[in-house]
């Protein structure tokens, strides 16, 4: 989070409220300047697998997910931005494919596009890349990649720590491009699992 009190609400409580919850959360605040850090402390208030970091100078988007992955403990990583969401039911059918294919270096599903107001749009445009729960094999993501370039709904990757590590993070010399460049990178060397709903929620701002 860089500023974005407005939305923050709807972010962490998306999390925080799930029947399924992660095994931990960490909310990086990246110098802000607003209201956060007090929105986000009265929010992970009484939940003892929530913690907030707080960066001294602002790091940009890649430094804070370093912060964070330097602390994280958990098998398996979701990177979510602030003004973005998860729908309910996310990380049991993430838990569930995984642990059908525990090899595999990630899971991504479908999303919304909402606006400003959480009004929706419509389904984000993302190939849908098979009409079940299935792993693809490094084989396919490959082909899979050359085909359609990114098929991914950010804001429902899960990725398998290790693998994220030694695909080196995000490289910010990418810029905007660093994470679906790091998803290639590990769906091509591992597989990925894939459920064809739509679990995450990505903001359009006007």
Known sequence: NRNDSLHLARCIRSILEQEDLPDELIVVDDQSTDNSVSV???LIAGHPVARLIENPVNLGTY???DEAL?????????????????????FARARSCLSR?????????????VDEEDRLIRLHASPVVSLHDTYLSPEQCARLAYRL???????????????VEAAGRFDPAYMGLADLVTTLIVASRHGAAYSPAPFGVSRIHS
Not at 79 to 90: E, H, I, K, T, Y
């Open 40 to 42: 986000i402390r009265s």
């Open 63 to 65: 430094g804070a997910v």
């Open 70 to 90: 330097k602390i994280a403990r958990s098998e398996y990583v979701l990177f979510l931005s602030a003004n973005d969401a998860v729908m309910p039911g996310l």
């Open 101 to 113: 294919h525990p090899g595999a270096g990630l899971w991504s599903a479908m999303g919304w596009l």
């Open 149 to 163: 370039g990114n098929w991914f709904v950010g804001a429902t990757l899960i990725y398998r720590r290790d693998a």
